[in-house]
Structure formats: structure tokens, C-alpha cells
């Protein structure tokens, strides 16, 4: 079982940065790898990045490339995602997921057992 915990959304002007954190609690952590998603009104749950049990194997929604980063602390139990140059169109509720399945299938939702309760994030024009 993971208890996974979001924090540090908020309003934000375009152009600006914030960073988003993923606070998990349980066993084994490090044994999971992390994806950040987003939901905005009307829309489907859209993949952002994700990182693996190895912090070398990450990935990203091509909207976000070179924008944001995503991180992870396993002394920490901490995974985070720094966002800049933020634009009207990143406006959304972010999630942070878990996962123990395959590096394969990060970018989908189902793939993930262990979600967050979610963070919003406002970028105003």
C-alpha cells in the first residue's frame, strides 16, 4: 500500500515557474515508478512525465519538453515535478501515480495502482 500526498500548485502568471510535490508513505518506494498526469475540466486524464526506479529513465508529453522536469528523492520518498515557462494550456488538477508494472506502459493511466488526491494549477494570461 502507498499513500501518495500532492502539494505546491497554485496561480501562476504565464511564463512563470512553480514545483510540484508527490509525498508517498508506505514500503518500498523506490521500487516504484512515478508519473505525473493532468485533468483538465472537460478533458481526459492526460500523461506529463513519469520517471522509473532508475532516476536515468524518464519521460515526457512532447507539450512539456523542455519546460518541466521531473525528479525523484527515494531518501525523501519524493518525487517532483519543476515546471516553467508555464502557459494558459498547462491549466489543470496534476496528479502523482505509482506504479510497479512495466517501464512500457508509463504513459498509461491504467498502468497506475496508487493515485494522489490531486493539486490544481492555475496559469493566468
Known amino acids: 500500500q502507498v499513500q501518495l500526498v500532492e502539494s505546491g500548485g497554485g496561480l501562476v502568471q504565464v511564463g512563470g515557474s512553480l514545483r510540484l510535490s508527490c509525498a508517498a508513505s508506505?514500503?518500498?518506494?523506490?521500487?516504484?515508478?512515478m508519473g505525473w498526469f493532468r485533468q483538465a475540466p472537460g478533458k481526459e486524464r492526460q500523461f506529463v512525465a513519469a520517471?522509473?526506479?532508475?532516476?536515468?529513465?524518464?519521460d515526457y508529453e512532447d507539450s512539456v519538453k523542455g519546460r518541466f522536469t521531473i525528479s525523484r528523492d527515494n531518501a525523501k520518498n519524493t518525487v517532483y515535478l519543476q515546471m516553467n515557462s508555464l502557459k494558459p494550456e498547462d491549466t489543470a488538477v496534476y496528479y502523482c501515480?505509482?506504479?510497479?508494472?512495466?517501464?512500457?506502459?508509463?504513459?498509461?493511466?491504467?498502468?497506475?495502482?496508487?493515485w494522489g488526491q490531486g493539486t490544481q494549477v492555475t496559469v493566468s494570461s
Open positions: 501515480a505509482a506504479t510497479q508494472h512495466s517501464w512500457y506502459g508509463r504513459r498509461n493511466s491504467d498502468a497506475y495502482r496508487y
Open positions: 508506505g514500503r518500498s518506494f523506490s521500487n516504484y515508478a
Open positions: 520517471i522509473g526506479w532508475s532516476l536515468s529513465n524518464t
